[in-house]
């Protein structure tokens, strides 16, 4: 096994659970959700009162992350990686999260 493999798997999945997070998160997409006060889980899209959908954002960066980590792992040998782009692209979509996310506790002051 080259070592590419692995490390192209590891950035696949940084780079999905980034990507997923993000979708979820600003698109508002349907997720599981959580209500502390009735105790049950639910699928929605908006959260109300004291109503959670974290776990539902953490979750679907999760399934994205197993996804692209898995594509980049049975991508094929012949394909070349260039660590320093897949570790900057990697990176500039965590990045992206951490902007995304600064801004709406920006805002909200």
Do not use: E, N
């Not at 979820?24 to 109503?51: C, E, H, I, M, N």
């Not at 980590?69 to 782009?85: E, H, I, Q």
């Amino acid at each position: 096994m080259s070592p590419a493999r692995p490390l192209r798997a590891i950035f696949g999945g940084l780079a999905g659970f980034a990507a997923g997070y993000l979708l979820a998160g600003g698109l508002k997409l349907p997720v599981v959700a959580y209500d502390p006060l009735a105790r049950r889980v639910f699928w929605s899209a908006q959260v109300t009162g004291t109503q959670m959908r974290y776990y539902g954002d953490l979750l679907t960066a999760l399934l994205a992350a197993l996804a692209c980590a898995l594509f980049a792992w049975l991508w094929p040998r012949r394909a070349r990686l260039d660590a320093t782009l897949a570790a900057g692209a990697a990176l500039a979509l965590v990045a992206l999260d951490v902007a995304y996310f600064l801004s709406r506790l920006l805002a909200s002051s």
